[in-house]
T-cell receptor, first 112, second 115 residues
Framework: SQKIEQNSEALNIQEGKTATLTCNYTNYSPAYLQWYRQDPGRGPVFLLLIRENEKEKRKERLKVTFDTTLKQSLFHITASQPADSATYLCALDKGGFQKLVFGTGTRLLVSP | DTEVTQTPKHLVMGMTNKKSLKCEQHMGHRAMYWYKQKAKKPPELMFVYSYEKLSINESVPSRFSPECPNSSLLNLHLHALQPEDSALYLC??????????????FGPGTRLTVL
C-alpha cells in the first residue's frame, strides 16, 4: 500500500540550531514533492517544491533534498527561530494531474 | 490578492440540518479543492474542480455535495451529516487545472461540529 511517513514524534530543538525533518514514501513515484507549513487551526502554507530530477532546492533559511532512490526528502531549517514552530507537511504530486497526497506531518518546537 | 477566503469560520449543525460552506479566490486560479482534516491528521482530498468542472471525487459520501458556480467560487453543501464528519474543512486553489507541480493556496478553513 502507498504510504508517506514523517517523524511521528514532535521535534524539539533550540533556537539557532538546524532542524531536519524527514519524509519517506513507499509505492509512489512522485514527479514533484512539496513542503507546507501549518499553524494550529489554519490552512497549510506552501514553502518549497522540488522536482524528481532535482537533488536540492533552497529558499532563504530553508533547504529541501529529494532522493528518488531512497524515496526520501529531507527538509532543513537553518538558524531556527521560535517563530518556526509549527507542523510541517510533505506532499507528493504524481504529475499529470494536480492531486496532492500529504504526509503525516511533523510538529517542530523551537525553544528560545 | 493572494488570498483564499472561507466562510463561515465556525459552524455547528445538527444531523438533520442543511448548511453550506463557501470558498472564494480572486487570483484567477483554474483549479479549486476541498479537503477534510481531522485533528492531528494531514488534510485529505475530497473534491477537485478544474476549469469549473468536477474532475476528482475521492469517493466522498453523497451527504457532501460540491458546487462550483464560477471560476472564483466553490461551495460545499452539507446535508444529514454524522458526528464523525466534524473536522476542519479546507478549501484550496492552484493556478493551473490540469498539470502537476503546481502549488496550492489554502484558505483558513471552516471548523465544523456536527451534534
Amino acid at each position: 500500500s502507498q504510504k508517506i511517513e514523517q517523524n511521528s514524534e514532535a521535534l524539539n530543538i533550540q533556537e539557532g540550531k538546524t532542524a531536519t525533518l524527514t519524509c519517506n514514501y513507499t509505492n509512489y513515484s512522485p514527479a514533484y514533492l512539496q513542503w507546507y507549513r501549518q499553524d494550529p487551526g489554519r490552512g497549510p502554507v506552501f514553502l518549497l517544491l522540488i522536482r524528481e530530477n532535482e537533488k536540492e532546492k533552497r529558499k532563504e533559511r530553508l533547504k529541501v533534498t529529494f532522493d528518488t532512490t531512497l524515496k526520501q526528502s529531507l527538509f532543513h531549517i537553518t538558524a531556527s527561530q521560535p517563530a518556526d514552530s509549527a507542523t510541517y507537511l510533505c506532499a507528493l504530486d504524481k504529475g499529470g494531474f494536480q492531486k496532492l497526497v500529504f504526509g503525516t506531518g511533523t510538529r517542530l518546537l523551537v525553544s528560545p | 490578492d493572494t488570498e483564499v477566503t472561507q466562510t463561515p469560520k465556525h459552524l455547528v449543525m445538527g444531523m438533520t440540518n442543511k448548511k453550506s460552506l463557501k470558498c472564494e479566490q480572486h487570483m484567477g486560479h483554474r483549479a479549486m479543492y476541498w479537503y477534510k482534516q481531522k485533528a492531528k491528521k494531514p488534510p485529505e482530498l475530497m473534491f477537485v474542480y478544474s476549469y469549473e468542472k468536477l474532475s476528482i471525487n475521492e469517493s466522498v459520501p453523497s451527504r457532501f455535495s460540491p458546487e462550483c458556480p464560477n471560476s472564483s467560487l466553490l461551495n460545499l453543501h452539507l446535508h444529514a451529516l454524522q458526528p464523525e464528519d466534524s473536522a476542519l474543512y479546507l478549501c484550496a486553489s492552484s493556478r493551473r487545472g490540469s498539470e502537476g507541480g503546481d502549488t496550492q493556496y489554502f484558505g483558513p478553513g471552516t471548523r465544523l461540529t456536527v451534534l
